[in-house]
């Protein structure tokens, strides 16, 4: 199972947007709405934020938003902030109960 | 408090074998699946395999059979990541993590997960 391709780092200014995508195949991520989104801040755990492409566990801002179309899934972050400076991981369900997971991005806020 | 309580940091010389615990509480420990994900030393994530705490039933990664198991304690609330003939390509971080489920039992999200533990191999 290859890992989903993610932009390998991405930036934007405080205040703007960004937008980073999770492709896949039409194995997992074409398939399944089963796609999750993950924060990581460096020696840190990763922090769930994004769940069945579009939900947010309570907690997590509204700022964090997530879409899919074909065999990409997005992660939109807007009203960006110091603290979103982070790894970004996505992962989806790929059949035959086995998860896959993106290579990870990395958000510089500028 | 929920939470997941893993074991302390590992070294080991390639061909051994490592086991990693992964304490839970503050959940019913059976009505969630625990999965098992790495992290290589700047690299990215990397689903292991999952165990369904309940039933005892598992699957792994495709690039793991055969070098993994996962087995847990219903009795300690704990669940076991165990690998096998390492080399030093093994050494990351391995986390484990809480599987919550939707109406599809394998729509899987991970809202918990442990600290972490360090396995090394090196010669």
């Known amino acids: 199972q290859s890992a989903l391709t993610q932009p390998r780092s991405v930036s934007g200014s405080p205040g703007q947007s960004v937008t980073i995508s999770c492709t896949g195949t039409s194995s997992d991520v074409g398939t399944y709405n089963y796609v999750s989104w993950y924060q990581q801040h460096p020696g840190k755990a990763p922090k769930l934020i994004i769940y069945d492409v579009t939900k947010r566990p309570s907690g997590v801002p509204d700022r964090f938003s997530g879409s899919k179309s074909g065999n990409t899934a997005s992660l939109t972050i807007s009203g960006l902030q110091a603290d979103d400076e982070a790894d970004f991981y996505c992962c989806s369900f790929a059949g035959r109960y086995t998860w896959v997971f993106g290579g990870g991005t990395k958000l510089t806020v500028i | ?123």
């Open chain 2, 1 to 123: 408090q929920e939470q997941l309580v893993q074991s302390g940091a590992e070294a080991k010389k390639p061909g051994a074998s490592v086991k990693v615990s992964c304490r839970t509480s503050g959940y019913p420990f059976s009505d969630y699946f625990v999965h098992w994900v790495r992290q290589a030393p700047g690299q990215g994530l990397q689903w292991v395999g999952l165990i369904n705490p309940g039933g005892g039933s598992r699957n792994y990664a495709h690039q793991f059979q055969g070098r993994v198991t996962l087995t847990r304690d219903t009795s300690t609330r704990t669940v076991y990541m165990e690998l096998s003939s390492l080399t030093s390509e093994d050494t990351a971080v391995y986390y484990c993590a809480r599987g919550i489920f939707g109406p599809v039992i394998y729509d899987h999200w991970f809202d918990l997960w442990g600290q972490g533990t360090l396995v090394t191999v090196s010669s």
